[in-house]
């Protein structure tokens, strides 16, 4: 399994010198196996992934998280949506009333996109989800929903050998009163544990969460709290604040790691990054 | 053991930081959670009973009707609601763990997630003045 990172920026694109090294585009995930091709959200990195798409490739599956701007911006610049042979499935959060065509269709329709969705050439399957587990090519997928404003899903992905899992917008701490004690009162919980990648929310510096309670992210110390809990092997953080550098990005995590250490590696999600799990 | 789903865990994390008594169970009637308001009302903390089973709970409390009866478990709102799915209300006597009796009004709603799973129940308490 490979999982190669297309955009670690939350909320919004970032582009700037200072943010050249962990990149400003916006959540987007590949991961590959042979044939199958998984896409992890649509944000502003998939268009560098339509690109770069690898030949040979006749079906893609994106997995959405939820409907927030940042994870669907890039879906309409996706380069394999305008390929009439190409098999595109769409997956997404269930929600109350609408269906996920009708909300797709909300940012693929004039005013705010020239082409609709029912238009593109490849012209997409869309399949709702929620706590499902269901199966692509090599893949078994295990969806949730986790606390985060609106559905919103956390996915875990095994290939029978390794484990990757995906939150990318996730507020454990809040529905918790003992964080980070009671894994079975835990969001997301069963999704990461155990895991041997988690990309995980860490948008903010611990005193810029306190303000921005119920907002849906965490803080990078209650992410490493949420990873130490699910026993995961490898924690990247994710969904970077669009306001923090390079440099501060890296002074927030050498200020976790410098105060206690960690049973498990640790590092900052950067576009491009490209990981390979047996 | 699995963890809860999202809609219990946030249903605990509210009733756990609301003053009126708050009563959450499964799908089964198992009770999960009550808060520090129910304990007053209960006569025992949560740490103290932990989890327990419809049986044991809608007993436990000794719930009375009106006119001093026994209420079979299948009466009180919450076991309605289990059954049901739907809201339920009732007024009714309790005695607590050490004795005390009041009277109580309950209301039980049934929790519901995206896309229409039932995942339990929430009751809440009211005291009555007598």
Redesign the interface.
């Known amino acids: 399994m490979i999982v190669t990172i297309w955009g670690s920026r939350g909320s919004l694109p970032s582009p700037s010198p200072e943010n050249s090294l962990y990149g400003g585009n916006t959540a987007c995930v590949q991961v590959s196996q042979g044939d199958t091709l998984l896409v992890l959200d649509a944000g502003s990195g998939i268009r560098r992934l339509g690109d770069d798409f690898p030949p040979g490739i006749t079906k893609v599956d994106i997995l959405l998280t939820h409907l927030h701007l940042d994870h669907i911006m890039g879906l309409g610049f996706f380069m394999p949506l305008y390929l009439p042979d190409m098999t595109v499935n769409i997956w997404g959060?269930?929600?109350?009333k609408e269906s996920l065509d009708t909300r797709l269709k909300r940012y693929l329709s004039p005013p705010l996109f020239p082409i609709r969705l029912q238009d593109l050439p490849c012209q997409p399957h869309v399949f709702?989800i929620?706590?499902s587990e269901f199966e692509i090519g090599p893949f078994k997928i295990k969806s949730?929903?986790?606390?985060h404003p609106g559905?919103t899903l956390g996915y875990r992905i095994e290939n029978g050998r390794s484990v990757v899992t995906y939150l990318p917008d996730h507020e454990p701490a809040?529905?918790?009163?003992n964080f980070p004690n009671e894994?079975?009162?835990?969001?997301?919980?069963?999704l990461a544990q155990g895991a041997d990648l988690l990309l995980h929310d860490a948008q903010f510096a611990k005193e810029e969460y306190l303000p921005r309670v119920g907002w849906g992210h965490s803080s990078v110390n209650d992410a490493l709290k949420f990873a130490k809990l699910a026993e995961v092997k490898k924690m990247l953080l994710f969904h970077h604040d669009p306001s923090h550098s390079d440099a501060k990005l890296r002074t927030l995590l050498k200020g976790e790691t410098e105060r206690q250490r960690f049973p498990f590696e640790v590092g900052i999600a950067a576009e491009g990054d490209v990981l390979e799990l047996s | 053991m699995p963890a809860n789903q999202i809609e219990i865990i946030l249903s605990r994390q509210l009733a756990d930081s609301l003053s009126i008594p708050v009563f959450l169970t499964d799908t089964e009637g198992n009770l999960l959670f009550y808060n520090e308001p129910a304990e007053e009302l209960l006569g025992k903390r949560f740490e103290e009973t932990g989890k327990m089973p419809v049986s044991e709970w809608s007993t436990i409390f000794k719930p009375i009707d009106e006119s001093g009866k026994p209420m079979p478990p299948e009466e009180l709102p919450l076991v309605k609601t289990l059954t049901f799915h739907e809201p339920a209300h009732g007024t009714f006597w309790i005695e607590s763990l050490t004795g005390e009796k009041a009277n109580i009004s309950v209301t039980a709603y049934p929790i519901i997630g995206r896309p229409d799973r039932f995942l339990g129940a929430v009751a809440i308490f009211w005291k009555n003045k007598t």
């Open positions: 959060p269930t929600s109350t709702e929620n706590h949730a929903y986790v606390c559905p809040l529905g918790s009163s894994p079975d009162w835990t969001s997301g919980y069963d």
